[in-house]
């Protein structure tokens, strides 16, 4: 697989990332601890070389699967996880945010033992915390980068404020936040602000929560224990209302010989070349699909087409999960 730089960082990674999130929580059923270990083994087998866990996936246990399945190849692969969360230790049950320095002091070590290494390569703060200057949030994690403890800085859904207060203290790595092409807020202030900082951008969901594959049908239901369950674009009013967006993909992956999901895909890639996308599965079917999202070319034109249809879609429904409301 193609490599690409996160910014200005030394940091080299896959041009597509694996996200590990859904392997633990979120949508449905989990699956077979063995299974996505294999997965995550043969994503490696394919070139990639990016792997996406938080603490809070779990909790506490994706990171351990995380661990488990690259400890033989942590040599050669990047892991991000993230911290920033008040997690019970005794019901796993989130209990707020926590971004103070000696909280993030623990929530690091916590995450060595679970990852089974010395380092964290990309290391987040998942969400701001109104009550902790994030001068002292980029100043903790300088400490433990400086202690060899972590590798690279990184923000997830932070404003252009805070992005810069941050960046002054400890360079900022990459930002992770939602972008896809029904979720573009990005574009407007936080990407110009990455492109000049020199910050790399990692987009999540990058296939809407699966909705831009096209697998996702207006009639589609989904069990309690699926988030979709609870977000406002999965209602069946929603879904048929944003079919337009599907509608181009389809266009374009029919001409491009491609699927829906790899025309999504490499729109992101297309971007930027500091954009790397962190699409997460459960199946090798779909590890395989994305992986050729990064042969596709989409030129110019393909480009300028794809920009006038989406001027004239309204996306129907607010996202998720939504941005920081700090800073």
Excluded at 52 to 73: K, Q, S
Excluded at 166 to 184: C, D, G, N
Excluded at 299 to 320: M, T, W
Aim: charged share 25%; proline share 6%.
């Amino acid at each position: 697989m193609q490599i690409r730089k996160l910014g200005k960082s030394n940091l080299e990674v896959s041009a597509l990332g694996l996200g590990c999130m859904g392997m633990s929580m979120n949508y449905g059923s989990v699956p077979d601890r063995q299974e996505m270990i294999r997965l995550i083994q043969a994503a490696f087998e394919q070139g990639y070389t990016f792997y996406d866990t938080a603490e809070i996936y779990g909790p506490f246990t994706n990171e351990e699967l995380v661990g488990e399945a690259l400890a033989p190849l942590r040599d050669r692969v990047v892991i991000a996880t993230k911290f920033g969360f008040d997690i019970d230790p005794q019901t796993r049950q989130r209990r707020g945010l926590d971004s103070r320095p000696e909280h993030i002091r623990l929530a690091a070590e916590a995450a060595l033992k679970r990852l089974r290494t010395d380092h964290i390569d990309l290391f987040y703060q998942h969400r701001v915390d109104p009550r902790v200057p994030i001068e002292d949030v980029a100043g903790t994690v300088k400490d433990l980068i400086k202690e060899g403890k972590v590798r690279h800085f990184g923000l997830s859904e932070a404003s252009v404020r805070t992005i810069r207060r941050a960046h002054a203290v400890q360079p900022v790595a990459a930002l992770q936040s939602e972008y896809s092409l029904w979720a573009r807020e990005p574009e407007k202030e936080v990407l110009p602000a990455c492109e000049e900082l020199g910050i790399g951008f990692v987009p999540w969901s990058p296939l809407g929560q699966g909705f831009l594959t096209g697998k996702v049908e207006a009639g589609s239901s989904f069990d309690s224990s699926d988030v979709r369950s609870r977000f406002p674009r999965f209602t069946p009013e929603a879904m048929k209302a944003n079919q337009p967006i599907l509608d181009l993909l389809g266009r374009i992956a029919t001409r491009k010989r491609a699927t829906p999901a790899q025309i999504a895909l490499a729109w992101l890639l297309a971007q930027k070349p500091w954009i790397v996308p962190i699409p997460g599965t459960r199946k090798l079917q779909r590890l395989e699909e994305n992986r050729g999202a990064v042969e596709i070319g989409l030129d110019a034109g393909d480009l300028v087409e794809i920009h006038q249809a989406l001027s004239k879609i309204d996306i129907h429904g607010p996202r998720g999960t939504g941005q920081e409301q700090y800073g």
